[in-house]
């Protein structure tokens, strides 16, 4: 799974999902949300005064109100949610919602300075606009994100990134199948797979401060 992390802006947010029927999405408020919470996590990301569980803490609040987590990690597990047993589905969502958040206080170092700007937002189903950003870092040439949106129990929540025409919820989705696939079909290997990056990630948090 460490192939993705690398690939990830921001790490979590790079595996946000959709979580099931939406509403029609008006383009207004989902570039508005994508602005907000833009500034929300950069503001987290840049904030050096305060400390990194700090830090952590508020990109957590962040990605708790932009993402419906369980939603997402339904999506994600794919048809093997049906084979976990109810215990196995709670523990994989604790530790999902972990992953999302260590992804990012990770990579705080990485990212200090980031800032990013609004391109054209679209409409791209009745359910959902694409809303087209430029991420740009110190020392690193500029690069674009669309974030998909759409409404989900009434609210807007990133549902999908599409990062150089590749869909990072299909990735993940993929890249979790694969391990419970490698392991005759266990949803206790890929549980053990997620503790597993948990701790090499809160590893490189310890290291990047």
């Known amino acids: 799974m460490t192939s993705l992390v690398r690939r990830s802006l921001l790490g979590s947010l790079a595996v946000l999902a959709i979580a099931g029927p939406a509403s029609a999405q008006d383009t207004n408020r989902a570039t508005a949300f994508i602005q907000a919470t833009g500034q929300e996590l950069v503001a ?3 904030d050096t005064h305060s400390d990194l569980a700090t830090r952590r803490q508020k990109v957590a609040a962040v990605l708790r109100r932009a993402v419906d987590i369980e939603g ?3 999506f994600i597990l794919g ?5 976990a047993s109810a215990q196995e589905q709670q523990e994989y969502l604790k530790l ?3 992953t999302l958040i260590r992804n990012l206080s990770a990579r705080f170092g990485e990212y200090q300075g980031v800032r990013f700007s609004l391109g054209r937002s679209q409409q791209r189903t009745e359910d959902d ?5 430029i991420i740009e870092r110190p020392n690193s040439a500029p690069f674009a994100l669309d974030w998909r949106v759409a ?3 009434g ?4 549902v999908d990134v599409i990062a150089e025409g590749t869909s990072l919820r299909l990735t993940q989705r993929s890249e979790y199948s694969s391990v419970i696939q490698r392991n005759n ?3 206790a290997a890929l549980l053990q797979a997620m503790r597993g990056q948990i701790a090499q990630l809160a590893t490189q948090e310890r290291q990047a401060r």
């Open 79 to 83: 048809r093997w949610w049906r084979q």
């Open 129 to 133: 606009v694409l809303v087209n950003t």
């Open 44 to 46: 987290a990301v840049n």
């Open 185 to 187: 079909g266990s949803i």
């Open 72 to 74: 997402v990690g339904r």
């Open 96 to 98: 999902f919602e972990e």
């Open 155 to 158: 609210q807007p929540r990133v």
């Open 151 to 153: 409404e989900v129990g």
